[in-house]
């Protein structure tokens, strides 16, 4: 049995290509690539360079879950009778969905990784910016408006086609302003390094995005960050603290109940009216009465905000095993069983 050691390509050209990698890739040792669609494959060949690659499981499958799976099968049968060698873009620990499954083989095979160059580095220089202020990698096949954090510096790989482009662009208008400027990223730290920046709206307008193209999203200001939970928290903060609102300073649990009763009442109004605009405004209104009172039990130290949060996810996961555990409930009586049910045993356990 023997076994499969594992190297990057580095980000583009030979050039940026470690040196390490380059003399493993030169041993006479059956060598695999996930793709030939990489700069340094075309210079590698010229140096007569003998490879089988994946490229052909791409074009027969729509899934990429599906493809890697079938590498990783084909890798660990062919590792079953020698060494060989495993050649993936970048830097193999780096977004390597391949690699992660190599490792998590139950076959027995011996993973090395032999190391590379990611993207990054060259990125970060590409567009000027220093990965300690924070920074986040995602995937765009499946990104995540949700995990997305406007504070930082979000570099999105993979926009490879422009049907991959415009979903990422549709993703990202939910949470930043059309208008907002952000650059594509070609071939970083290579010889045909390009970078093109642009508004937000005009992502998926742009030719010639492919294998090696990122896309760099800078942060928001605070102010530009309206569609953000933590800016009402910032916000919240300072009109709660020191120096904040003289009126709310005063005001305790027992004086905003009242209050709290109104924006409910209010809100109740304008559904029975149809009012979208002002449903949308009074649940603001009440979610302002709900942070009101975590920042008094945060000041006086009885509660906080994360007890709130996490006292609600223990609920909704707990009288919810319908959804997430697997248990039966398709009508609604069913339903409630399990929800009295529940009920019962938290009353137990009080």
Do not use: C
């Amino acid at each position: 049995m023997g076994k499969i050691k594992v190297v990057g390509l580095g980000p583009g050209d030979i050039e940026q290509l470690p040196f390490g990698v380059y003399q493993l890739l030169k041993k006479e040792k059956p060598l695999y690539l996930r793709t030939k669609l990489h700069p340094v494959v075309k210079d590698l060949e010229q140096e007569g360079l003998v490879f089988q690659s994946f490229d052909a499981i791409y074009e027969g499958n729509d899934q990429f879950e599906d493809v890697y799976k079938t590498i990783v099968k084909e890798l660990l049968t062919a590792a079953q009778k020698e060494d060989i060698i495993y050649a993936v873009p970048g830097h193999p620990m780096v977004a390597e969905k391949s690699v992660q499954l190599l490792l998590e083989n139950e076959a027995g095979i011996s993973i090395e990784i032999k190391g590379g160059k990611s993207f990054l580095d060259d990125l970060f220089q590409a567009v000027k910016i220093d990965p300690v202020e924070g920074f986040q990698l995602v995937d765009a096949l499946s990104l995540d408006q949700d995990q997305l954090e406007v504070s930082q510096h979000i570099i999105v790989m993979q926009v490879f086609n422009e049907y991959i482009a415009s979903e990422v662009k549709l993703t990202l208008m939910e949470k930043y302003p059309d208008e907002h400027v952000v650059a594509l990223v070609h071939e970083a730290g290579g010889k045909n390094e390009k970078i093109e920046w642009l508004p937000l709206f005009e992502l998926d307008r742009m030719e010639g995005v492919h294998n090696l193209t990122s896309l760099y999203v800078p942060p928001l200001a605070v102010d530009d960050r309206t569609k953000s939970f933590q800016t009402v928290q910032y916000y919240m903060d300072a009109i709660t603290g020191e120096n904040g609102d003289a009126w709310i300073k005063e005001q305790n649990h027992e004086t905003l109940v009242a209050y709290m009763e109104e924006e409910v009442l209010e809100f109740k109004a304008a559904v029975e009216n149809e009012d979208i605009d002002n449903m949308v405004e009074e649940l603001g209104d009440v979610l302002m009465q709900v942070l009101y009172h975590t920042n008094f039990g945060e000041q006086s130290g009885y509660f906080s905000f994360e007890e709130v949060v996490e006292t609600l996810n223990k609920k909704l996961r707990r009288r919810h095993p319908h959804v997430f555990d697997g248990v039966k409930a398709e009508t609604l009586e069913e339903v409630d069983a399990i929800w009295q049910k529940i009920k019962a045993e938290e009353k137990r356990n009080m």
